[in-house]
């Protein structure tokens, strides 16, 4: 059977770089990019593979069943990778209900679409991207295992936690084969400014203030975007069905010295006064709730697939920063709203 594969959440950040990579590396597969184009999805992001023989975008939200259903149909889709998401903590501790929705629910629509639109269960899988932020946060030491329990700290965490919950039931109640992998934080091309990473690129940019919460003192692992889709590459193809994978870098760090490093970086490439842009940190309020520091246990991946990362974090940094600074139009757009007026203009939704 000819893949087709419908991979959610294609036009945002990491999604972008799954459907590019799936696109122009499996030339015959059929790639559905489903996306409902939220503010954090452009497709601006995918504009390499915009005209290629085996690549379709269909602007429809996960919440609409129906178009689902059509979706599925049109396409005979055989597999899923399911990104489509709220993903920023922030906007989860205002607007709980928005990732209720979405994480939730969205999810449940696309796995019983998958549930009845699919004969054979065995020919089929449901692959479903998920966090480390549903193991809670960890003190100093130790890692996140496949293993360690559930315990949801955030909005953003609980709803991601209960979307995983009803992937795993599906497979056990209905016996449909799926697969899940929790990642840690990634970084990269494309990521909505927003975020730690890119927000301080483009405020060091422009001599705005480098917002830290608390002390700077929670710590995260970080991946470079590129080697997290290599990872649900090899999962998608070379994963057991039932089972979880962490992926993860080994590689942990204080927002504090994350943003250290940036202003340092930065003042190199933009020939400033060493010391310039650290005057720009500015410590606030610390989030509510805020975890201090999530660290995954990459090994069952690297020693049962062979993945490993391939960039080491200041290379991935250095990289990172040239992307944004070569591309000041798409940060412009995207911080001002225009791409999300453009494509709204110009596909409407099922
Ligand atoms: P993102 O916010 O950049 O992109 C999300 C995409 O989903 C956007 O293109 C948006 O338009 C689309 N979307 C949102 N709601 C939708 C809906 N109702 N219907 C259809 N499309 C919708 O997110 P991201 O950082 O690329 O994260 C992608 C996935 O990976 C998420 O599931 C997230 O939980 C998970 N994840 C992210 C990270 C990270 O560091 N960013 C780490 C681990 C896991």
Redesign the pocket.
Known sequence: MKKSILI????????SHVVKLFVEKYPEYRIVN?????Y??NLENLKEIEGADNYHFEK????DEASLVEVFEKHSITDVIH??????VDRSITDPLAFVK?NII?TVNLLNTAKSFWRNYEDHLFYH????EVYGSLDEGGFFLETTPYDPQSPYSAS?ASSDHFVRAYANTYKMRTVITN????YGPN??PE?LIPLCIHNIKNNKPLPVYGKGENIRDWLYVVDHARAIDLVFHEGKKGETYNIGGFNEWKNIDIVRLLCKKMDEKLGREPGTSEKLITFVKDRAGHDLRYAIDATKIQKELGWEPSLQFEEGISKTIDWYLENEEWLKNVTSGAYQQYYSEHYHNR
């Open positions: 959610t959440g294609g036009a945002g950040f990491i999604g489903l996306d409902c184009l939220t954090a999805g429809v939200n996960i919440l990104l489509a998401a709220e993903s920023h979405t969205g991207i998920s966090t480390d991601k990642c840690s934080n990634n990521q909505f975020k």
